[in-house]
């Protein structure tokens, strides 16, 4: 990965924005993308819209969702405690002990979601995971009174930025699901670019909202292109870790490539060149069955109209919907990669009717 992609990938991490929330990521997204367009745009849903082509008639859409997962602050005791309910869904296992960042109208607020201490628990109490609404988001206020001065009822709470770069290529961060879709939608723009004079299609990259509660940006912004297909870049989760079951979960490694799919959601005629072009091109490529429709945008723009020839690329993720969630820049630049190789081999006039 050359430096200003990855200095921008860093970069995207380093946002907040839990579903509904997205504006600073979408304003990064925006300013990168928009350098390889030939006209940028955003909706009333907050999704972001970068276009090469915008005159040809077909259209290939492609989507990663810009969201995260978080909190939003439910009530504010009398002791200056914020007590949150999710965005998305979390394992509340992992959240206590998190530093966090609290989006107020004038700015950032950081603060650590606490519990009671170990040593003040009964043996009972140990034992058990305390729910969401038993925590709470300490930002160090005196009282009800000092919190209000500092933020509100309804203000966005996310992990805390956290990137870490690790061996191997590896790194970690919280909201790799889904900023590594949002990077590569991007990032194929600029591949593209490069090579406009063999592109024969209209190429909409979408950074979408709203994913992790109902997959609702990608049903907006779909409807308003209206692709003849797409190609949506998720995280997938890698089975390369401790027990994890193969058997139901499939075989899946970061520094491997891109999970590449077969199932309801894929389309037969989109999905065989997506691998045809990798076998061409030599880039790597992992491969999985996909039983389930649902749970990425996919599903939904699949949907959109009179339907959608759709293909899902998932990135190798550890330890999704947690703050520590793990990536491989190699599978992120082979995900671009795959995708700008296989919308240049796409001539406009090509059927993807399944026979």
Known sequence: ????????????????????????????????TNQYT????????????????????????????????????????????????????????VVPGSQVKVQTQRGWVDGVIGKKAIHLMEDEDRKKISAIKDLWVDIGAKNREDALKAVAIGDPVSFAPNFLELRNNFFSSKGCDNKMGAFVVSEV???????????????????????????????????GINPN????????????????????????????????????????????????????KKIPYQFSSLSRTGGTDAGSIQLVRSGVATALLSVPNRYMHTMVEMCSFDDVVATANLIAETILTIDPKMSFIPE
């Open 189 to 223: 723009l600029k591949l593209l670019h490069h090579d406009k004079s063999k592109l024969k299609l209209g190429v909409y990259a979408v950074s979408t909202v709203q994913e992790e509660v109902g997959l609702r940006g990608a049903t907006t912004s779909a409807y």
């Open 229 to 280: 297909a797409a190609m949506i870049v998720d995280v997938g989760h890698a089975s390369d870790v401790p027990d994890i079951d193969k058997r139901i979960v499939g075989e899946a490694f970061l520094g491997k490539g891109p999970i590449l799919h077969a199932g309801p959601v894929i389309n037969r005629v989109l999905g065989k060149l997506l691998i045809e072009t990798a076998k061409k």
């Open 1 to 32: 990965m050359n430096s200003e992609s990855k200095k921008f990938l860093i970069e995207l991490l380093g946002q907040c924005g839990p579903s509904g929330f997205e504006e600073k990521t979408q304003s990064v997204w925006v300013k990168r």
């Open 38 to 93: 030939d006209e940028i745009r955003r909706d009333v849903h907050g999704n972001a819209i970068g276009v090469i082509n915008p005159k040809v008639e077909f259209k290939i859409m492609l989507a990663g969702h810009s969201d995260e997962i978080g909190f939003i602050i439910t009530h504010i005791s009398d002791g200056g405690y914020l007590y949150i309910s999710p965005i998305g869904g979390i394992d509340a296992g």
